[in-house]
């Protein structure tokens, strides 16, 4: 900790002069990376309740509507999804790796590794902008004139006796009914869908946004095996990013896959 | 500046650069707080604004002033202003920002450029706020109920749900760089449980803001989404629920109230022992409380839903909950008044308004155990009732600590002193002011007066009550604008301010007043204990008065 410092005479700039990235709040290194590390921990705790909310949601309407779910859920691609969390846990190693090279000193090793999670990052963000799009060709989005009854993004014919059509298809009241409903219910599901996708890809281009600079820091040399805060920092948010989603992958795509009967 | 009347001065925060670009882009936790104190008050009068035009409308039993879409947007702008704008941010942002480093023996906090990007982000949304207001308001009720938020309403909810969804991230990360600095920032010697009780509850309101506010945030961003982008989720004609929409508004918004008053007691609790001249009583469970507060506070906020369908054995367990929570405020409330028995008790004008806060906190928190009675709860529910309750708790609890915090820590900020007769008297208008606007709101709603009613032309006995608190309303109204007047009087002509005119203990009173940028000339090593009042001397207009 801090005792002898005398302060309020000198500048600002010239405090730590010999330490250009130690800030002139703080003591040591140690104080600053300490407090950075345990504001991005918090912060990610304010993310937590921050996706909360909607997770909540989604598991009071998931027991609510749970056939609606599982059938609209079935309607989600599962090859791209899992290809799709490939990606992005491939992402979580590099910024892994590039941690660890930054803890060797190895400035080309860094540097690769965090281009690579640029470049795993984006593809996640490109394959994802895929899926959305064939969700807006079947009728899929609330926004656009939504429909999963007929139509290209029919919901009902693969999933007849899990919706409970097949005992109401007699009756042309209660089938229309029925219908309505599961219109109603599903559009529940795909809202919750897009609202949690959506926060997480914007969270995920917040951080391609945050490695461009940390790519660029580690290509300007600024890291040491001493000081690497920054890229450590911006590392557990990557992380935390990639954990969102590896819970939304089995919530939103695995709802009920056995075999349709 | 005001300082220029001294002409040979030490080097201080507020002197030690000149020019607009200066305050703009400091990154010094006082100066940031003085941008705040300025901010605030503004959103504070436009706030108060919208009161004005309320209790002019309920003066009379017709509704003749306003039309019922105004008055709607009337009493909506009021408190979502007073409330996001001006409660939330207010003691933390402004007292909290200029005190916690150097009551922890730090140089500023330990995130000094997201503190200023906080009062950015702050601007930002009360910007965005005021456009909302000008292109013609919104109309929901600081609540912003689902389906009439989602579906009905054709004013401008999305612009004003933006607005307090950014305000949202400001107060993040005020809480983010508070929990921050007290674990990180302490001076050598700083232990737990020497930091001073303001530390304390300052710490339980930023876990309370960082848990509790993006919860909101992502109510609101969805309430946003259901109107632009169709989504389902809250509406119940696309299969949504409302009492969801309920329960994740409350989740944050009940907390919230103990981010306003968190705050409050932080500064009653400086005060209280200063001028008892004592220890303060109990210093573990005092810190321990707020703690507890924040904790129980996460659990009570179905204690709002009583009457909106939730289950009864939910109700229940909610209730008991709420009786819980009230158990820490009241731990709060006896230490405070065990300090001051046989303390060397003075009046000053800090002191008045402690003291004006512990007795209408009480009145608050109390009727709130009655509101959080099932049987009650349903006799009384949205009436007028809950209005005065909730604002002795938010105008009596919380206003009343700002004041009072604004006023202790005067000569600290601005290095002069305020004129002392002058305080006093506003302090005592104030709490005049104060309980003649509300205490009749009590028997109104007791007796039945709906909130959020416009025209009561079919009770005309309600009438009198009304002229009452219209009337409370304008003295209170002079008892704000007097501190204005005079503090900013002081700037200019007041008498320069010791470095420790109190005589109080705490860190920030052992650097100069207005203390100099980096806080301390040479960072503190702390060996005592907080509230060392036995062996602080009696303040000079104290020893004078005797």
């Not at chain 1, 690769?112 to 994802?128: D, N």
């Not at chain 2, 940031?32 to 003066?59: D, K, Q, V």
């Not at chain 2, 321990?288 to 229940?316: E, K, N, Q, T």
């Not at chain 2, 900013?488 to 002509?493: F, G, V």
């Amino acid at each position: 900790m801090s005792d002898s410092h005398t302060i309020g005479e000198a500048p600002l700039a010239v405090e730590h002069a010999d330490r250009p990235e130690l800030r002139h709040h703080f003591a040591d290194v140690e104080q600053q990376r300490n407090a950075a590390t345990l504001g991005m921990w918090w912060f990610l705790g304010t993310e937590i309740m921050f996706f909360g909310g909607m997770f909540c949601a989604y598991l009071i309407y998931r027991r609510w509507y749970f056939p609606e779910f599982a059938a609209a859920s079935r309607s989600l691609s599962l090859p791209i999804g899992t290809f799709n969390t490939t990606v992005l846990i491939c992402s979580s190693l590099t910024v892994a790796m590039s941690v660890r090279a930054a803890q060797l000193g190895n400035r080309k090793m860094q540097v690769r590794m965090l281009l690579l999670t640029l470049v795993f990052g984006l593809a996640f963000l490109g394959i994802k902008t895929k899926e959305w799009s064939d969700k807006y060709r079947e009728h899929h989005i609330p926004t656009f004139d939504y429909n999963v009854v007929g139509g290209e993004g029919d919901l009902i014919q693969e999933n007849k006796h899990l919706l409970g059509i097949d005992k109401v298809e007699n009756d042309p009241v209660k089938l229309r009914a029925r219908e309505a409903e599961i219109q109603q219910h599903t559009k529940v599901f795909y809202s919750l869908y897009f609202a949690l996708t959506g926060m997480h890809a914007i969270h995920m281009l917040i951080g391609v946004g945050l490695f461009g600079v940390v790519t660029w820091m580690a290509h300007k040399g600024r890291f040491t095996p001493e000081y690497h805060t920054p890229l450590e920092i911006a590392g557990l948010y990557w992380h935390f990013v990639d954990i969102v989603w590896i819970y939304l992958f089995p919530l939103l795509y695995l709802i009920d896959r056995k075999p349709i009967s | 500046m005001a300082t220029t009347a001294v002409s040979v001065e030490k080097k201080n925060y507020i002197n030690a650069e000149y020019g607009i670009r200066s305050w703009l882009f400091t990154t010094d936790h006082k100066r940031i707080a003085l941008l705040y104190i300025i901010s605030i008050t503004a959103m504070f009068f436009i706030g108060g604004f919208f009161a004005l035009l309320i209790r002019l409308e309920l003066l009379t039993p017709a509704g003749d002033l306003l039309t019922a879409d105004m008055y709607n947007k009337a009493f909506s702008m009021h408190g979502q202003i007073m409330v996001f704008f001006f409660l939330v941010p207010s003691i933390p942002a402004t007292l909290g920002n200029f005190l916690i480093p150097m009551m922890v023996g730090a140089k500023d906090l330990a995130f000094p450029r997201i503190n200023l990007l906080s009062w950015y982000i702050y601007i930002a949304a009360a910007a965005l706020y005021l456009w909302c207001l000008a292109s013609g308001g919104v109309d929901t009720g600081w609540t912003f109920y689902t389906p009439f938020s989602s579906q009905f309403s054709n004013t401008h909810v999305v612009e004003a749900a933006l607005a307090i969804f950014i305000a949202g991230f400001s107060s993040i990360l005020t809480g983010l760089n508070f929990v921050v600095t007290v674990h990180r920032m302490r001076a050598p010697g700083m232990t737990w449980s020497r930091l001073p009780l303001f530390v304390w509850s300052h710490y339980a309101t930023s876990i309370i803001m960082l848990l509790g506010t993006p919860v909101i945030a992502i109510t609101l961003v969805l309430v946003a989404l259901e109107r632009t982008l169709n989504l389902g989720i809250f509406d119940p004609t696309r299969g949504g629920d409302p009492v969801l929409f309920q329960h994740l508004f409350w989740f944050y918004s009940h907390p919230a109230v103990y981010i306003m008053i968190l705050p409050s007691m932080a500064v009653i609790s400086e005060i209280v022992p200063c001028f008892s001249r004592k220890r303060v009583f109990g210093y573990n469970f005092v810190a321990m409380s707020s703690i507890a507060i924040a904790a129980i506070g996460f659990l009570v906020w179905a204690h709002h839903m009583f009457v909106a369908g939730i289950s009864v054995y939910a109700a229940l367990v909610f209730s008991f909950l709420t009786f819980l929570v009230a158990v820490p405020s009241a731990i709060k409330v006896f230490n405070w008044t065990a300090t001051m028995y046989k303390g060397s008790v003075s009046f000053s004008t800090p002191m008045l308004y402690a003291m004006g806060f512990i007795g209408l906190f009480t009145i608050g928190g109390l009727t709130g155990v009655f509101l959080g009675t099932l049987g009650v709860d349903v006799h009384v529910h949205d009436t007028y009732f809950v209005i005065a309750h909730f604002h002795y708790v938010m105008v009596g609890g919380a206003v009343l600590g700002f004041l009072g915090g604004m006023h202790f820590w005067w000569p600290k900020i601005s290095g002069r002193m305020y004129p002392e007769s002058w305080g006093r008297l506003a302090a005592i208008i104030v709490f005049i002011g104060f309980n003649l606007t509300f205490f009749p709101q009590f028997i109104l709603g007791y007796v039945g007066m709906p909130r959020r009613y416009w025209d009561y032309s079919h009770m005309p006995e309600w009438q009198a009550l009304n002229v009452l608190s219209t009337a409370g309303a304008s003295i209170l109204a002079v008892g704000y604008l007097l501190p204005m007047v005079y503090l900013l009087w002081s700037l200019r002509y007041g008498k320069p301010a010791p470095d420790n005119p109190w005589q109080a203990t705490g860190l920030e009173w052992r650097t100069a007043s207005p203390p100099p940028t980096f806080n301390f000339d040479e960072i503190p090593e702390v060996t005592w204990e907080a509230y060392e009042y036995e062996k602080m001397p009696l303040p000079e207009e104290v020893t004078l008065e005797r």
